[in-house]
Antibody
Framework: EVQLVESGGGLVQPGGSLRLSCAAS????????MSWVRQAPGKGLEWVAN????????YYVDSVKGRFTISRDNAKNSLYLQMNSLRAEDTAVYYC?????????????????WGQGTLVTVSS | DIQMTQSPSSLSASVGDRVTITCRAS??????LNWYQQKPGKAPKLLIY???SLQSGVPSRFSGSGSGTDFTLTISSLQPEDFATYYC?????????FGQGTKLEIK
């Protein structure tokens, strides 16, 4: 059974830092791209970042570029999101999700498994 | 960035109704379109990928269609467990984007 379990959320002051973790199990972690997606309270979903299997490619939404870093440790089956210079607008539930490519050449892909999310609150 | 616009933003329907939700992209995205369902307090669930492919385990009353800029999610006969919020997502660009969501409520 595929499981994704996020941790590391909490209350942080504006300008502060936080590191989220996602522990993966039930599949070969090193074979999959992974994603972070967030959802502000009462709002819709926002894609945050994707990372390739070996970490060699990373993509970010413009609003977090230069502040957030996605990374992974395949030996530990873990995904991370380092968040620096946090702002009030970063307050959200952060979801870790597996990104499955259905056909490498076409590039069709989707987030087929999600964790339960971890809440990050940026407030003084 | 590619903007995704869903309509309607909210919808009231009854059990047994046929419901259609529309998603429009700001530029052509071929068939790089996914649909998700989210219930309150829960993580999103993948329903449809590549515009029209049904994810394993998802009931066949859900279907997706479209290509280019216009897409639809159809629920052929609403069941009580289908009342939720639905999101489209484009995966054409490396910078993925979601629609704003469509909340499906019981009439």
């Amino acid at each position: 059974e595929v499981q994704l379990v996020e941790s590391g959320g909490g209350l942080v002051q504006p300008g502060g830092s936080l590191r989220l973790s996602c522990a993966a199990s039930g599949f070969t972690f090193s074979s999959y791209w992974m994603s972070w997606v967030r959802q502000a309270p009462g709002k819709g979903l926002e894609w945050v970042a994707n990372i390739k299997q070996d970490g060699s490619e990373k993509y970010y939404v413009d609003s977090v570029k230069g502040r957030f870093t996605i990374s992974r440790d395949n030996a530990k089956n873990s995904l991370y999101l380092q968040m620096n210079s946090l702002r009030a607008e970063d307050t959200a539930v952060y979801y870790c999700a597996r990104l499955t490519y259905y056909d490498f050449w076409s590039g069709y892909r989707s987030n087929d498994y999600w964790g339960q999310g971890t809440l990050v609150t940026v407030s003084s | 960035d590619i903007q995704m616009t869903q309509s309607p933003s909210s919808l009231s329907a009854s059990v047994g109704d046929r419901v259609t939700i529309t998603c429009r992209a700001s530029q052509s995205i071929s068939s790089y379109l996914n649909w998700y369902q989210q219930k309150p307090g829960k993580a999103p669930k993948l329903l449809i990928y590549a515009a029209s492919s049904l994810q394993s385990g998802v009931p066949s009353r859900f279907s997706g269609s479209g290509s280019g800029t216009d897409f639809t999610l159809t629920i052929s006969s609403l069941q009580p467990e289908d009342f939720a919020t639905y999101y489209c997502q484009q995966s054409y660009s490396t910078a993925e984007t979601f629609g704003q969501g469509t909340k499906l409520e019981i009439k």
